[in-house]
């Protein structure tokens, strides 16, 4: 199982990367590092669990975050309807997207980043990805709000991108045009 050591923090090269394609169907191997992706973030949002192996959680995770660059990303998170997302897949990309953005109102933070980066993330309201499941199935997904959000930060992570680098230099807290601010 993946822990904390596994996890490589911002300064490590992979982070900025732009990660390799999965090849379809995806070799067992390739299923087995999403179905660890999806395991740790599944594990680290249970008290027992990550109390015992001293997890951080995370709602997602990235292959490139514990030293992969494939595209490959796992999330774990509900939306405020309680619907849950749990999803381990290869090269998601997002195909359409709104002109709205949201971010949420006490920033982003991530499991390969040790500090707090305050600021908002300007993020699109909505999205559409398609990804192929680790089942093998290609899917389409229509995702908004917080699930919208999780999935920005991981696909940016297969494409080299940092949550912070999404931050207003000049001022972190400034007012994100056609934006809307989600409390989580
Ligand atoms: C806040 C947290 C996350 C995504 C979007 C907003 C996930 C944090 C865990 N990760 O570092 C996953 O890459
Ligand atoms: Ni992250």
């Given at each position: 199982m993946i822990t904390m050591k596994d996890i490589v923090l911002e300064g490590h090269p992979v982070l900025r990367q732009v990660a390799e394609d999965v090849t379809l169907p995806a070799s067992v191997e390739d299923q087995e590092i999403a179905r660890k992706l999806l395991e740790y973030v599944i594990n680290s949002q249970d008290p027992i669990i990550s109390e015992k192996y001293g997890l951080r959680p995370g709602i997602g995770l990235a292959a490139p975050q514990i030293n992969v660059s494939k595209k490959i990303i796992a999330v774990h998170v509900k939306d405020e309807k309680g619907k849950l997302y749990s999803y381990a897949l290869f090269n998601p990309k997002i195909i359409s997207h709104s002109v709205e953005k949201s971010y949420l109102s006490g920033g982003e933070g991530c499991l390969s980043v040790d500090r707090t980066v305050p600021g908002f993330v300007p993020r699109y309201a909505r999205i559409t990805i398609e990804a192929t499941t680790v089942e093998g199935e290609k899917i389409k997904l229509r995702l908004k709000g917080l699930v919208a959000i999780v999935f920005q930060h991981e696909i940016d992570h297969i494409n080299?991108?940092?949550?912070?680098?999404?931050?207003?230099?000049?001022?972190?807290?400034?007012p994100v045009e056609n934006g809307t601010a989600i409390d989580r």
């Open positions: 080299g991108i940092m949550f912070y680098d999404h931050i207003n230099k000049e001022n972190p807290f400034a």
